[in-house]
């Protein structure tokens, strides 16, 4: 019988995220339902915040969560019960900035402005051939509605949506 994740002296009832006791698999399972319809992954979107606190969700919209499972970005703290990541800052503390003078801008590099960020999903270039009029195309978790009430997994484009405001960043 495996234990709990959070409370190792008792037998954990459920598998979900790493195995969970009772009380603590009850605290999530009512959660679920909370976290905001556009956070992607949703299922361990949650985080235990100890025996005070107990589990919580997390405020945010979920764009540094979403980029950490796809970039395989994980730490101890300010994470979820799989060890993703859920704020900006704590992702870009696990990259390193590029010097857009020197490097080229490529594809799973993360962009970041303010307290958001994606993944560069493609490059295209300028007609003319400048680096800065690049067609860069960023794909993040959003919570903004769409024109068609889309929110969620999004793909935009850097320069036109976001109006070329940002960095980059690399593993």
Excluded at 150 to 161: C, P
Aim: net charge positive; aromatic share 8%.
């Amino acid at each position: 019988m495996s234990r709990c994740r959070e409370h190792p002296g008792r037998a954990a009832v459920t598998d979900i995220l790493g195995g969970l006791c009772e009380p603590c698999a009850a605290q999530v399972k009512k959660l679920l339902p909370t976290i905001r319809p556009h956070v992607t992954p949703r299922d361990c979107f949650v985080w235990y915040r100890g025996s005070s606190y107990g589990w919580e969700v997390p405020k945010g919209t979920g764009c540094a969560h979403w980029v950490s499972h796809k970039l395989s970005l994980k730490g101890m703290h300010n994470a979820c019960a799989e060890g993703y990541l859920f704020r900006v800052p704590d992702v870009l503390a696990r990259v390193r900035k590029i010097d857009r003078a020197t490097e080229e801008i490529r594809l799973n590099d993360i962009w970041a402005y303010k307290d958001h960020c994606g993944i560069v999903v493609s490059i295209k270039d300028a007609p003319t051939g400048e680096k800065e009029k690049q067609v860069i195309a960023i794909m993040h978790c959003s919570s903004a509605e769409r024109g068609g009430g889309e929110r969620g997994v999004v793909t935009d484009d850097f320069q036109t949506h976001f109006k070329g405001k940002g960095d980059f960043y690399r593993i």
